[in-house]
């Protein structure tokens, strides 16, 4: 293995993973009103669709980029689809610590939000073009490169519901909790916003 290249790869899929971003975001604003235990299933599904993406780009890299403009249309729909779960997570009532909510995200929107997830293509597309080479040219270092990829991903999006379980315990008035949802989604807008704009 080329120590170089794997410090490259680490240099780049560590931040990637935990700066904000649409999966980061959605589970800070899914732990600060369900808790951490209520994310995990968000995350379990995050997890299957993240990986399934990394494998699919894996196999599929020259395909996606010489259909560009379809994958770009993609983005479109993942910007207004997170948008949407900004605008929920806004105008949801406030829940006291100890009170469930009803529309608890779990595995289905995890995994299905991927697919939509600009940042998660690009950040493959990125991987598997400048990086695919670290575990070997064929496609099992392909999929080597993926669980490397998860062993850091998933630590990131426990550590942001983790800190949005936090923010719930610390907004437990009714008002700051109300304002703390208005926060929450206004950051998923936000990151939404981002993903629709040229880069």
């Known amino acids: 293995m080329d ?80 948008a949407y779960l900004g605008y929920k997570v806004a105008t949801s009532p406030p829940l006291s610590i100890d009170e469930e909510g009803d529309e608890r995200l779990g595995i289905f929107t995890g995994t299905t939000l991927q697919i939509v997830n600009g940042k998660a293509w690009i950040h493959f597309l990125v991987l598997m073009t400048a990086f695919g080479g670290l575990f070997g040219t064929g496609f099992s270092g392909k999929i080597a490169l993926v669980v490397m990829n998860l062993f850091f991903g998933l630590p990131a999006v426990m550590s942001w519901a983790a800190f949005g379980s936090l923010l719930r315990r610390a907004f437990s008035t009714p008002s700051s909790a109300k304002n703390l949802n208005r926060v929450m989604g206004a950051s998923l807008l936000a990151v939404a916003i981002w993903i629709a704009m040229p880069h």
């Not at 604003?29 to 995050?46: C, E, K, N, V, Y």
């Not at 997890?47 to 996606?64: E, H, K, P, Q, R």
């Open 3 to 82: 120590t170089e290249l794997l410090v490259a790869t680490l240099a780049f899929i560590v931040p990637m993973c935990f700066t904000p971003g649409p999966n980061n975001v959605l589970c800070a604003a899914h732990g600060s009103q369900h808790g951490f235990r209520d994310t995990l299933p968000l995350i379990a599904g995050m997890a299957i669709g993240w990986s399934t993406l990394g494998v699919f780009v894996g196999g599929a890299t020259v395909f996606i980029e010489d259909n560009k403009s379809a994958f770009e249309l993609l983005t479109y729909f993942g910007a207004a689809y997170i």
